[in-house]
């Protein structure tokens, strides 16, 4: 069952995991834009999904990139939860998750961390 939300409260959430990410990681992000869309249109049960070129892959030809971006996908977050409670978790994972690619982590790490 769907968890009905608004869209302002949903991005509170966001804005809530993002303040969980430690501050000397929080300060080592750069040219990172977080959005918040419906549903990613060619996944549409896609809960996040980053899109740049990691940390850990930046060279001298990074400088003048576009921001890369970390999109949470709102409708597929709500669809998967039965509460609020729910949609805060999930929402947290999400931001880590994707936050995490651009620090470099792959999938496999993720899920060994708990964070899959």
Avoid: K
């Avoid at 896609?46 to 990139?65: F, K, M, N, P």
């Avoid at 996908?73 to 931001?95: M, N, S, W």
């Amino acid at each position: 069952m769907t968890v009905v939300m608004s869209e302002q409260r949903f991005e509170e959430l966001v804005s809530d995991a993002l303040d969980l990410i430690p501050p000397e990681l929080a300060r080592a992000i750069d040219n990172v834009v977080v959005l918040i869309e419906p549903r990613d249109p060619e996944d549409p049960h896609l809960l996040g999904l980053y899109h740049g070129i990691a940390l850990t892959e930046r060279d001298i030809d990074y400088g003048g990139s576009l921001p890369d971006t970390v999109t949470i996908y709102r409708e597929a977050i709500l669809d998967i939860c039965a509460g609020e409670d729910e949609v805060v978790e999930e929402v947290a994972i999400t931001v880590i998750h994707e936050i995490a690619h651009y620090f470099g982590i792959d999938e496999d790490r993720l899920h060994e961390l708990g964070w899959g």
